[in-house]
């Protein structure tokens, strides 16, 4: 079983749509939860961090962690073509300096 | 942000010849560079640590003597690719720890793209 499963999609959703992306990860005892962003050809890009259980919002995106299912998500609201990109969840797993290891990605297209 | 420069962004090789690729952190010291693969429609896996002035940390499963790691300085890292064959084909990205080492603090590079005729 790996450490964090995501769908790979692709996902294509209507500009000003709201997306919801998903992953799942094995250990309960992971605490350390990111979303990156990958453009094509390009290194990925921190876009939420979060600590254990709850939500964080920055703007149009919403990360949310549930322990109790192991499942984390990521929401972005009023989506544009610009967000047009590879999403992929990752954890440090116990410590927040630990190797990150990420989920396979899912590819998100908005329509004009 | 912190900045990450790699360099080249792409490069073409043939078989057997060894290829050299750097990592820079522009604006701040990176005691701590990570060097990570990506094939086509994959995800980010993890080749080795490398800490400045020690030798580097390799990931099991991948070998020391191919991919050789000289973290000379704090703002910069390099990966050779020794012997390339058309299989280490990839997506190359390093990224560079701008603070106490904690994730939210580690800023990746643009990546570079390998392809080995």
């Not at chain 1, 920055?58 to 962690?65: L, S, Y």
């Not at chain 1, 190797?99 to 998100?108: V, Y």
Request: hydrophobic share 30%; charged share 15%.
């Amino acid at each position: 079983q790996k450490e964090v499963e995501q769908d790979p999609g692709p996902l294509s959703v209507p500009e000003g749509a709201i997306v919801s992306l998903n992953c799942t990860y094995s250990n309960s005892a992971f605490q350390y939860f990111m979303w990156y962003r990958q453009y094509s050809r390009k290194g990925p890009e921190l876009l939420m961090y979060t600590y254990s259980s709850g939500n964080k919002e920055d703007g149009r995106f919403t990360a949310q962690v549930d322990k109790s299912s192991k499942y984390i998500s990521l929401f972005i609201r009023d989506s544009q073509p610009s967000d047009s990109a590879t999403y992929l969840c990752a954890t440090t797993g116990y410590s927040s300096a630990s190797k990150i290891i990420f989920g396979s990605g899912t590819r998100l297209s908005i329509r004009p | 942000g912190a900045v990450v420069s790699q360099h080249p962004s792409w490069v073409i090789c043939k078989s057997g010849t060894s290829v050299k690729i750097e990592c820079r952190s522009l604006d701040f010291q990176a005691t701590t560079m990570f060097w990570y693969r990506q094939f086509p429609k994959q995800s980010l896996m993890l080749m080795a640590t490398s800490n400045e002035g020690s030798k580097a940390t390799y990931e099991q499963g991948v070998e020391k003597d191919k991919f050789l790691i000289n973290h000379a300085s704090l703002t910069l890292s390099t990966l050779t690719v020794t012997s390339a064959h058309p299989e280490d084909s990839s997506f190359y990205i390093c990224s560079a720890n701008s603070g106490s080492g904690s994730t939210d603090t580690q800023y990746f590079g643009p990546g570079t793209r390998l392809t080995v005729l």
